[in-house]
């Protein structure tokens, strides 16, 4: 084989070679293309599980959290020798009582942040009745979510972590007092009702040194809501209706019928700021038929018989 002829062979099967490494440096890098893709996409989807699966703990623990809500509220409703009654069992209230709601048995003090020992920390039993119990059961009425509940009455110290102040009211300050308050010294209970002598017709959040039994405090309701690793808290605040704001034993803007053989409207004073006030009128219409009498006939007939009950006029 000439010189010439082998030159030309070995340039050809050097090319060949060439070609052959350039295929195979073109093939891996396309391998490992291939595999960081499918590497990012298995990283990717196990992500997209993780945020979806969080996502769905995330919302099954604030839906839990609200349902521990409900639950108290409903059980605040009613009277205190109800089963399912979770309020204050206390005659007058006090102002150191708390309620728990558990769902769970594993449930510790330690969960809560603001757990103290001066406080009642109650877990009312339905079954058997025991409002007062302080052993750590399930006194829920339902398991199907997981949450614990906390309800207590709301403080003066507890308007004040809200930003009350004095020229920043959020309740009509009517204890005599106008000091701050701490986390030791929190402060008398505020109520809620109709104790704004500006406003007298109008609910306000009130404290005082001696309230009316016929109100009742204000409660914070807080709600832990618990799913897989997600934890929600909602914390609200409620109130018991005071009822329409009656200032009299009669009130009304339009004409009145009675009806009935005798009617009798009280007007006795029982607030103990005036002397005993007879009825403020007595109807007995002939042969038990019924008497009509306009708005202007009655404010004319009550002013001439009852002066005020309790600073209020007899009616309006």
Request: charged letters at 15%.
């Amino acid at each position: 084989m000439n010189s010439k002829y082998r030159s030309a062979l070995f340039g050809m099967m050097s090319k060949y070679t060439d070609e052959r490494g350039i295929a195979l440096i073109a093939t891996l890098a396309i391998v490992a293309i291939i595999a960081l893709a499918s590497g990012i996409a298995v990283i990717t989807t196990n992500m997209d599980i993780k945020i979806s699966s969080n996502y769905k703990s995330s919302v099954q623990a604030l839906y839990a959290a609200q349902a521990g809500i409900e639950e108290a509220r409903n059980r605040l409703r009613g009277s205190s020798l109800a089963s399912n009654y979770a309020g204050d069992p206390s005659a007058s209230p006090n102002e150191n009582w708390s309620a728990y709601i558990l769902t769970l048995n594993a449930w510790q003090t330690s969960d809560d942040p603001n757990y103290s020992n001066s406080y009642t920390n109650y877990i009312p039993q339905y079954s058997p009745f025991n409002h007062t119990n302080t052993t750590i059961v399930v006194n829920s009425l339902q398991t199907a979510s997981s949450y614990w509940v906390k309800i207590r009455h709301k403080r003066e110290f507890d308007a004040e972590q809200a930003g009350h102040t004095i020229t920043s009211r959020h309740y009509n300050d009517n204890d005599g007092s106008t000091a701050t308050h701490t986390a030791g010294v929190r402060g008398n209970i505020i109520y809620y009702g109709y104790e704004d002598p500006l406003a007298p017709t109008i609910a306000v959040q009130f404290t005082s040194s001696t309230p009316p039994p016929k109100y009742k405090p204000v409660e914070i309701i807080t709600a832990y809501g618990i799913s897989g690793g997600s934890l929600k808290i909602i914390e609200i605040e409620v109130v018991h209706h005071p009822g329409p704001p009656i200032l009299a034993p009669l009130y009304s803007k339009y004409s009145v019928e009675i009806n009935g053989s005798s009617a009798t409207v009280s007007g006795n004073d029982t607030c103990s700021t005036n002397p005993p006030i007879p009825p403020a009128y007595v109807l007995n219409p002939p042969d038990g038929r019924h008497k009509r009498h306009s708005q202007l006939n009655w404010f004319s007939i009550i002013a001439t018989n009852w002066t005020n009950r309790c600073g209020y006029y007899g009616i309006y």
